[in-house]
Every structure is written in structure tokens, then in C-alpha cells.
């Protein structure tokens, strides 16, 4: 693990693996409530991208991880979270990359690429039309005040929603700062996302059974020069399907 200084002064952490070759290094984003090891190092996409002579750069999005953890929901955003990832293009020096991101992570990668010229493959994973209609996650799928809520509450037994109850049992499990979490979903992304300023190759992935993800071809299709693909498992099961590294490994190589 090592440390920068992004542009706000939010202490941030990243990873990196591999030895620089003849294609960009790739650059990975986790999802809410995750971290660069969990999402990406234990299903093993690091070691495939590894394998097959990638460099390979991940980053804990602040607020998550090993990466500095302010309450304030005025730090947070993917907006914010994309600038983080250009200064981390820019602390390594890197003027090529590709970049693969997951969930929120998807959403920040998107509005990266719109943005920053240095990439040049993009991969998303975890998000559909959500990110085409409501720019971010799907709402719907997702009540922002109930995820909040389920956060912040001293006693989980009040959760009734499911899909919440996951998210807060995993953020206990991995001893995540709560309020941290909850300051990033009251700060999620929810304007417009420049899409057609990515005129990159792009590959959207979703889960058959991911409800974050839900008809992952009207992102695709949002996208200049994007295909798509749905595999086997929901929004947590799906990284872990051997076909999620490999997707990724062949579409970036």
C-alpha cells in the first residue's frame, strides 16, 4: 500500500501490481462499501490482469479502504472520486491507462473517460440504465434514505429492506466506518453524465440477477463504441464468476 494527497487534501491510498509492458497500465475502481482487496485482488481480476502482463494500479475511493475517512458529505461524490483518480494518473505519471471500475466505481469510471483523455479502454461492472437515466445508481433499486438510514441506525434489527441489510452487514463484517459510508451515498452522483464524449471502446458487464444492474444494454447503448455482456451471478456473486476476470482480461488486451 502507498499514500497520496489528492486535490481537496484527502489522504488517499492505492495498489499496485505487475511490471509495465507494452499496453497501458489498468487502473480499478471498487464499489460502495468495498475496498481495492475485496473487489478486485480476492476474486482474482488482479491476478488475471497480472498474468496476462498487465501493470495494474487500484485505488481505495476515500471513505472506504485504507484511505482517509472525513464525515462531511460535501467531500464525497463520484465527482469528487474522479478527481481523485486523475490525481493519481497524474502522481504515477501515467499518460496512458485502462480503466475498469465496479458499481460506484462504474459510475465514477464513466465520468472519468468523459473527462480525461488518458483512457483508453474502458470496462463497467454493476450498473445499467440507472447510470443512462438517473445519472448513478438506480434509485429505485436503491433508496438512497433507507441505505442512509440502515447505515447510521445503532440497531440492524430495524432494517427491513434486504438489499440494505447486505450492504450493512458487509460494511460490519469489514469494519467500515458507517458514517463515512453514509456521507457517500447522500453525496451520490444523480446529474447527467457525459456519455457520448466517450468515444472509446467500452465493455458493460452486469449479473443476470443484479438488480443494481438492470438492462445493461441501454448503457451500452448510450455509449459511442460499447458492447455488452451479462454473466452468470447478482451484484455480489458476479465478480467472483471466473468469466468476469476474463471478460475483462481479453476485452483490455
Do not use: C
Not at 492505492?14 to 482487496?37: I, K, N
Not at 479502454?121 to 438510514?149: H, N, S
Not at 451520490?188 to 464524449?197: K, M, S, V, Y
Amino acid at each position: 500500500m502507498q499514500t497520496f494527497t489528492s486535490f481537496d487534501g484527502t489522504t488517499l491510498a492505492y495498489y499496485t501490481w505487475g511490471e509495465a509492458g507494452e499496453l497501458p497500465p489498468v487502473a480499478l475502481h471498487h464499489g460502495f462499501s468495498t475496498y481495492a482487496a475485496a473487489n478486485w485482488q480476492a476474486p482474482g481480476i488482479v491476478a488475471a490482469l497480472v498474468a496476462a502482463g498487465r501493470r495494474v494500479v487500484a485505488i481505495d475511493a476515500r471513505g472506504h479502504g485504507a484511505s482517509e475517512k472525513p464525515h462531511d458529505p460535501a467531500r464525497y461524490g463520484e465527482d469528487k472520486m474522479a478527481r481523485d483518480l486523475a490525481a493519481l494518473f497524474d502522481e504515477l505519471e501515467l499518460d496512458r491507462v485502462d480503466l475498469v471500475g465496479y458499481s460506484m466505481g462504474g459510475v465514477v469510471a464513466l465520468l472519468t473517460a468523459a473527462a480525461d483523455p488518458r483512457v483508453r479502454r474502458l470496462v463497467t461492472g454493476g450498473i445499467g440504465a440507472g447510470a443512462v437515466e438517473q445519472g448513478g445508481v438506480d434509485r429505485a433499486a436503491l433508496p438512497g434514505r433507507a441505505l442512509i438510514d440502515g447505515l447510521l441506525t445503532d440497531d440492524p434489527s430495524t432494517i427491513t429492506d434486504d438489499r440494505v441489510m447486505g450492504f450493512r452487514l458487509f460494511a460490519d463484517a469489514s469494519g467500515a466506518d458507517r458514517r463515512a459510508l453514509a456521507a457517500q451515498a447522500q453525496a451520490g452522483h444523480r446529474t447527467p453524465i457525459a456519455l457520448d464524449r466517450i468515444t472509446i471502446p467500452a465493455l458493460v458487464l452486469a449479473g443476470t440477477d443484479d438488480w443494481l444492474a438492470t438492462r445493461p444494454e441501454v448503457l451500452a447503448a448510450a455509449l459511442p463504441d460499447a458492447r455488452w455482456k451479462v454473466l452468470s451471478g447478482d451484484h455480489l456473486t458476479v465478480v467472483r464468476n471466473p468469466e468476469f476476470a476474463t471478460a475483462i482480461t481479453t476485452f483490455l488486451t
